[in-house]
């Protein structure tokens, strides 16, 4: 650890954070560091100068007066929160209850799943025998018959109004 | 009134007050007022402005206490809202704490080894002084450096609990908290100094 690692620690030190182990590694190094050894004599003067130079204060006592006064005017009672995820969850007490309800939605999705994966596996079996017998069946029945004409696509040439001009020329 | 309270006890009186407790409201105005007011007082350098920053600040808690969710976290929360009221005051009148002092004249004596100040006229008026330029300094600090070395050094709030207050990380409090020792010991290196007189 460099110096500036061991000040950092002395610092610490001033807010009682350090653990024994390191308490005992920064004055290790005190004794063989005068630099250091000087910074952590200044710094405890520093945090003795500044306590006793600058102790709490009482705040006056007029300042909860004028808070009330505040309050009165805006007349707002205080209101607990509308919704939170923990009130959410104060629905569910006991946790028992929730358990369960988690267990159930749980058992319902996994039923679906499993329905809908035999489903569909019968229909391929069913349609996989159609194509069997007849391949050319085998198409989705929500399209348009793709050997139908498109009605939408048909261009009646008598009726063109385009063709129509054009045969004008 | 002392701030030593358990954390569970803290959250049933501040749900109480979220239901609309005025008694619950003023007992935590009464455990924090002191704290806050010191807090605001040496983040702003101005005792007139931490009576207001004070006020505005529980007058804000009582307003928004419906929203705080964790009524565990409510001493974070109403430090947080607490630097925010100094910093948004602050930022509206773009002022910084402002004494004038003349270094030849200032004598230098030892303010750690004698307690007898108070009945020494002058020795107050240096303590003054010396209360300005720790005002002065501190308020000259960058903001960051500032509200975690004042929350660390005077209120004594562990580092986890600074964290808690500022949303920064761990090892950024920490240096904060150096780098503004740094800067004091530089500021206030005349008075460090043993006495002279």
């Known amino acids: 650890m460099s110096c500036s690692d061991y000040r950092i620690r002395i610092s610490e030190a001033l807010d009682s954070r350090l653990t024994d182990a390191e308490a005992a590694s920064v004055q290790a190094h005190l004794r063989s560091c005068s630099a250091c ?3 952590d004599a200044e710094q405890r003067r520093l945090a003795l100068l500044l306590q006793k130079a600058d102790p709490d204060r009482e705040p006056s006592a007029r300042i909860w007066g004028q808070i009330e006064r ?7 009672p205080i209101r607990p929160p509308r919704w939170s995820p ?11 209850w929730g358990y369960a309800m988690a267990g159930l939605l749980l058992a319902a999705a996994l039923s679906v799943t499993v329905f809908q994966s035999n489903n ?37 040439h008598d009726r063109n109004p385009f063709g129509e001009f054009r045969s004008e020329k | 009134m002392s701030t030593e309270i358990g954390q569970q006890e803290l959250a049933e009186i501040v749900v109480r007050a979220q239901r609309g407790s005025s008694e619950d409201f003023y007992r935590l105005y009464s455990l924090y007022s002191r704290s806050i007011f010191n807090f605001v007082r040496r983040l702003s350098g101005s005792a007139n402005d931490a009576e207001d920053l004070t006020q505005d600040t529980f007058f804000k808690v009582h307003s928004e206490l419906g929203k705080l969710r964790e009524p565990k976290q409510f001493k974070y929360w109403l430090f947080r ?15 910084t704490p402002e004494v004038s002092i003349d270094d030849d004249e200032v004598l230098y004596y030892d303010f750690l080894s004698d307690d007898s100040e108070d009945q020494d006229p002058e020795r107050q008026v240096l303590s003054l002084e010396l209360r300005q330029v720790i005002d002065k300094t501190l308020g000259g600090l960058k903001p960051k450096y500032r509200d975690v070395f004042v929350l660390a050094a005077f209120h004594k709030m562990s580092y986890e609990d600074i964290t808690r207050i500022v949303g920064r990380s761990l090892l950024s409090v920490k240096t904060d908290i150096y780098r503004a020792r740094l800067a004091l010991k530089e500021a206030l290196k005349k008075y460090l100094e043993k006495g002279k007189r």
């Open chain 1, 120 to 156: 569909s596996a019968e229909l391929e079996g069913m349609l996989a025998e159609l194509d069997a017998y007849r391949p050319e069946v085998r198409r989705n029945p929500w399209l348009p018959d793709p050997q139908q004409e498109n009605p939408f696509l048909e261009i009646n």
């Open chain 2, 81 to 95: 809202i607490a630097r925010n009221e100094v910093y948004q005051k602050l930022r509206r009148s773009q002022r």
């Open chain 1, 86 to 96: 923990s009130r959410l969850w104060d629905l569910f007490r006991p946790p028992q």
């Open chain 1, 70 to 76: 505040r309050i009165q005017a805006q007349s707002q």
């Open chain 1, 37 to 39: 050894s000087r910074f």
